[in-house]
């Protein structure tokens, strides 16, 4: 399938590593171009050295008014087409174990800055008749996960952040969905490997190897499939799905048809 991305732009955020990377380096592949946005330089770097015609980074804590402000800036000239919210994750912690803190830095970190970076980029979409809005989120917004209180709780708020947003803006040629991922093989899990095997005290490979036979394809998926996907919901055939959380997990979640 003509995914027909040839020259549209499309910003994506955290897209030195994992998900973000992914989603970059297939809409490049398919003719798109891309504005790119990650905190560490080395990584963007790297990206941009792979694509110089098609990738354009921009360094920066998402968290910061001063980044959103230098990416509407950086980007203001150029049509925009869709836009990938994608980051990582807060620490792995029972509900127990947090503090309000912890609760204040997972606002900031999983939900406050996208909320922010959309309502600063519709009018571009509205005015154009025409934008793909995605998030990268969680299989935690379909239900709770173990020791993701932070996420399960943050990511269900994004999640009616954009359903609302998606019936405010579907009869606008605007659509938005969430893609909800289970386990994958990207520096996210670690983090949830590392937890289980301090908790268990088992070996990190056995709790690898565990938590890939208990998802029901038997093992993890890889950032490039989610990518495909991805790709698809930024295109013009995907008009027709707006406000959807779709999984990827390997069929993870317990729920009917996840």
């Known amino acids: 399938m003509d995914l027909s991305l040839y020259q549209q732009h499309f910003i994506v955020t955290g897209c ?10 297939m809409l490049c ?15 963007l770097a790297q990206v941009h050295h792979q694509w110089p015609d098609r990738f354009t980074p921009i360094q920066g804590d998402l968290g910061k008014a001063e980044t959103l ?16 919210l994608n980051a990582g994750g807060p620490p792995a912690k ?8 912890d609760w204040d830095k997972a606002y900031a970190s999983v939900f406050r800055w996208k909320a922010d970076l959309v309502l ?17 989120e969680s299989q935690s917004i379909k239900q709770p996960l173990p020791v993701l209180a932070l996420s399960n709780a943050m990511r269900a708020a994004v999640a009616g952040f954009a359903k609302s947003l998606s019936r405010d803006v ?20 670690e983090r949830v490997i590392a937890y289980n095997a301090e908790k268990s005290g088992l070996p990190l490979e056995q709790v690898r190897k565990e938590m ?13 499939e989610l990518a495909g996907l991805a790709a698809w919901l930024l295109s013009v055939h995907s008009g027709y799905v707006t406000g959807q959380a779709l999984s990827h997990d390997g069929g993870a979640v317990s729920g009917l048809f996840g």
Do not use: C
């Open 16 to 25: 030195s590593s994992g998900f973000g990377k992914a989603i970059t380096e």
């Open 29 to 43: 592949r398919e003719g798109a171009e891309v504005t790119g946005v990650a905190r560490r330089q080395d990584p």
């Open 69 to 84: 402000d230098r990416l509407v800036d950086v980007t203001r000239e150029k049509p925009l087409h869709g836009l990938v």
């Open 94 to 101: 029972t509900a127990m174990q947090t503090s309000m803190d």
């Open 120 to 136: 600063r980029l519709l009018p571009r979409f509205r005015e154009a008749g025409y934008g793909r809005i995605l998030f990268i």
């Open 170 to 189: 579907a009869g606008q040629g605007i659509t938005v969905n969430i893609l909800a991922p289970g386990s994958h093989d990207t520096p996210a899990i």
């Open 212 to 224: 890939e036979q208990s998802v029901p394809v038997g093992r993890f998926g890889t950032a490039q």
